[in-house]
């Protein structure tokens, strides 16, 4: 039996970071675990303000980013940094979280070392490789690599052994992000954003919007804009917050539609805290994110997916979710139901989150203890 498990942890972008930063503070609490961290810096400010807000440290820092990176860019950079992190150090594992580039070219990396690979956030899928591009075909991949997969559902793991994944590798854990709040929400919360230290929470209906994916730039993105214009318009008690995504593809779109709007708020992207509890103090969320398709349901928000598809249609089928894509007039109709209809809000508001009690992270560490000590 070994007498320490070396885990290395990488991980590059914000959203990776909210879910992975739960997980690597339980795996430095367990004596049998020696826990690293890798960044690849696929993010960069949005990145270093989650790992503040968890307190958690990285022992490597790629700092890859550069404007208009393509994902060719950033998997070619990752690949040739990590590679000789991961010859120095010799981790027993090699942690990756979900879909992004930097965890599917740190993945196929430890592969060409032949170090074991856990996919945190494992069996996700639309079946449909460009959508989300490249999301779809990241997560995929890695789960090809991968020796420990740690799905949230029951679902995924179904998914997982359709493809050939043996049961006995994979662990149905929840979602880290669950684990999150703990660290991040609270009732007398003080945001750090001031425009959102002046909203008057009780005196309007608050949307949060959030639309950044690469699918939906130019066309989808605009169509979204005119939407929330004709919501403002319609519903005097509503107002609008979007933290917009620093890509110029984004904001060049929304910043000439949206700005000059009375009750409509655009701020840079908001700190992780700031995010939560804005969610938590929403009345509903619009969103093309993944993650806020996990989040908001849990503290209490019904959310309208501004996409065609989703990855998480335990959601779907809890009721805490509708797809509805992204044509103005559909996004106009889903919701102005849920502003006025008070049935539909609450079915969805109190449905069930299907993404776990918030323990996710201890499940994982149990996990991989328990493979390394059959090995």
Not at 89 to 108: I, M, N, R, Y
Not at 232 to 261: K, M, Q, W
Not at 337 to 358: C, F, H, I, Q, W
């Amino acid at each position: 039996m070994r007498d320490k498990i070396k885990v290395m942890s990488v991980f590059g972008t914000r959203p990776e970071a909210v879910k992975m930063c739960p997980l690597v503070i339980e795996l430095c609490s367990r004596a049998r675990i020696k826990s690293l961290v890798a960044l690849s810096g696929q993010h960069r400010s949005m990145l270093d303000s989650v790992m503040t807000a968890f307190g958690v440290d990285a022992d490597y820092d790629l700092d890859i980013m550069r404007p208009n990176q393509t994902p060719t860019d950033i998997a070619a950079n990752v690949m040739l940094g990590l590679d000789g992190i991961l010859r120095e150090e010799k981790p027993d594992l090699v942690l990756v979280h979900g879909d992004t580039t930097t965890s599917f070219a740190a993945a196929l990396t430890a592969f060409h070392l032949q170090i074991p690979v856990g996919h945190v956030e494992a069996g996700l899928r639309t079946y449909d490789k460009y959508s989300p591009f490249p999301e779809e075909m990241n997560r995929t991949l890695t789960g090809k690599i991968a020796s420990l997969h740690f799905a949230p559902t029951e679902k995924n793991k179904q998914n997982l052994i359709r493809e050939g994944v043996h049961e006995r590798d994979i662990y149905v854990t929840g979602n880290t992000v669950i684990d999150s709040f703990r660290y991040t929400v609270s009732d007398d919360y003080k945001f750090e954003c001031e425009a959102l230290g002046k909203i008057d929470f009780r005196k309007y209906k608050t949307v949060v919007l959030t639309a950044h994916r690469r699918e939906n730039h130019g066309d989808g993105i605009e169509s979204i804009c005119r939407a929330v214009t004709a919501l403002e318009e319609r519903f005097p008690n509503v107002l609008f917050i979007y933290p917009v995504h620093l890509s110029p593809a984004v904001r060049d779109t929304v910043f000439p539609i949206l700005c000059g709007h009375e009750r409509i708020i655009l701020t840079d992207p908001l700190s992780l805290s700031d995010m939560h509890n804005l969610i938590k103090r929403s009345y509903m969320v619009l969103t093309d994110s993944g993650g806020i398709q996990e989040e908001a349901p849990s503290l209490g928000s019904p959310v309208l997916v501004l996409r065609t598809e989703t990855e998480r249609p335990e959601a779907v089928e809890a009721g805490t979710v509708k797809v509805i894509g992204t044509n103005a007039k559909d996004i106009v109709r889903e919701a102005s139901l849920l502003l006025t209809d008070a049935d539909e809000y609450s079915r969805m508001a109190k449905s069930v989150n299907p993404y776990g009690d918030g323990h996710a992270s201890e499940r994982i560490a149990d996990a991989i203890i328990s493979y390394f000590s059959q090995s």
